[in-house]
């Protein structure tokens, strides 16, 4: 048995326990000023993907189309808040108003700084955090090709509107290349091995076209109406 009473906390001389009351005040004082600055915005979209993609790329340029067609249309544009397609999405909304082009930034030692083109930017020290921010102000979710993290924003999300703690707000996985294994993965594996439920390979869409993405949304939006509060999973 690991005897726990030499061990230290960040400062280096106390236990890790005792440092735990002063970390839920920092946690807490991150949600109030994050959920203030946001509730000030309209229900948007959340536009994950890669921050090492860059401008050559043609997610970049289809991130870019996408924010702003999804600005155009009034939706507010949340994304991580750092470089690559967060970048793009950003920089698309910017175009048309800066004031609807959110940064959700993570503080980390490498790869994340925020981008310019954020009008509104919140940021964090806590993943779980920031996720829930990205979750809570959207009413619909964009994956472009990304890495670990961007599959892991993936699955929480649709874990969420799986087990019906947020509506079905569209989900869209754009990059046909990119996804197109990982779609057949769940199809083949996750759905044939009785690990999800037939119907759930159908709680996204996979697509190369942004407008079919975008009237994607609208169409939501026009259906459902906006979205006056949060869904319960953030009660």
């Known amino acids: 048995m690991v005897n726990l009473n030499g061990c230290l906390g960040t400062n280096g001389n106390t236990r890790f326990w005792e440092d735990d009351p002063w970390r839920v005040l920092r946690i807490m004082s991150e949600f109030v000023d994050s959920f203030e600055e946001m509730s000030q915005v309209p229900p948007g979209i959340s536009i994950f ?16 189309t996408m924010g702003r067609k999804l600005a155009k249309l009034g939706f507010s544009v949340i994304t991580g808040g750092g470089p690559g397609i967060m970048e793009a999405a950003n920089r698309g909304a910017a175009e048309i108003d800066r004031a609807l082009s959110i940064g959700l930034n993570i503080k980390l030692p490498q790869e994340q700084a925020p981008n310019p083109y954020a009008g509104v930017q919140v940021d964090f020290r806590y993943f779980f955090a920031r996720k829930v921010c990205l979750a809570k102000y959207s009413m619909g979710f964009v994956f472009f090709p990304g890495g670990f993290g961007t599959l892991d924003e993936f699955a929480e999300l649709v874990t969420l509107v799986q087990t019906e703690r947020i509506p079905k707000y569209p989900m869209i996985l754009f990059g046909k290349h990119h996804w197109e294994g990982f779609c057949s ?4 594996i996750l759905l044939q091995d009785k690990m999800i439920s037939p119907g759930d390979n159908q709680l996204y869409r996979i697509t190369d076209d942004v407008d079919e993405a975008v009237e994607l949304f609208s169409d939501f939006r026009r259906s459902a109406g906006t979205p006056r509060r949060a869904p319960r999973a953030f009660r």
């Open 49 to 64: 993907g890669s921050a090492r993609t860059p401008e050559s790329d043609p997610s970049y340029t289809a991130a870019v």
């Open 185 to 188: 993965w769940v199809d083949q």
